[in-house]
């Protein structure tokens, strides 16, 4: 990991089971993102405050985070 995505990472990994899912027919789940209001909760507990350029970053992480747990290449 290159150090400039260490933030980022590591704030995405504070917050990382905040997931919004839907329950797909078969039981699996579709992941569609973070729940924000639940990571904005878990950031503010966890006492990490969140600027806009390391907002964007966490969302490149959640976008491909969540493109690898629905089993989506890229």
């Known amino acids: 990991m290159w150090p400039e995505n260490i933030p980022a990472v590591s704030a995405f990994l504070r917050i990382q089971?905040?997931?919004?899912?839907?329950?797909?027919?078969?039981?699996?789940?579709?992941?569609?993102?973070?729940?924000?209001?639940?990571?904005?909760i878990g950031f503010e507990l966890a006492g990490v405050e969140i600027?806009?350029?390391i907002w964007s970053?966490?969302?490149?992480?959640?976008?491909?985070a969540c493109a690898a747990?629905?089993?989506?290449?890229?």
């Open 17 to 40: 089971g905040q997931w919004r899912t839907y329950a797909l027919g078969d039981g699996r789940l579709r992941f569609l993102g973070l729940d924000y209001g639940a990571a904005r």
């Open 51 to 53: 600027a806009p350029d």
């Open 57 to 64: 970053e966490i969302q490149i992480v959640e976008a491909a």
């Open 69 to 74: 747990l629905n089993g989506e290449r890229h």
